[in-house]
């Protein structure tokens, strides 16, 4: 029997949107994505594989460092 991972989603200095663990990706209509146990989404918009980054953040120099703030 699998246990189920933990959802977790990290938001990257400069680069994309890390997706690990037990998560259904679905498009504007409830279609469900293909996808890995971890993967990444665009930030930078300039993806050529939306919804998933697929390094254009470097090329384009993306910058964005978001915190939590209190």
Do not use: W
Not at 3 to 8: F, S, V
Not at 30 to 49: D, H, I, Q
Not at 52 to 69: A, M, N, Q
Request: aromatic share 6%; glycine share 8%; net charge positive.
């Amino acid at each position: 029997m699998s246990e189920k991972q933990k959802a977790i989603i990290q938001v990257r200095d400069n680069g994309s949107i890390l997706v690990k663990g037990d998560v259904e990706l679905l498009d504007a209509d409830g279609n469900v994505y293909e996808t890995k146990p971890a993967f990444s989404l665009c930030r930078c918009g300039a993806s050529s594989n939306k919804p998933f980054c697929d390094g254009t953040h470097k090329k384009i120099g993306f910058e964005s460092k978001t915190r939590v703030h209190d």
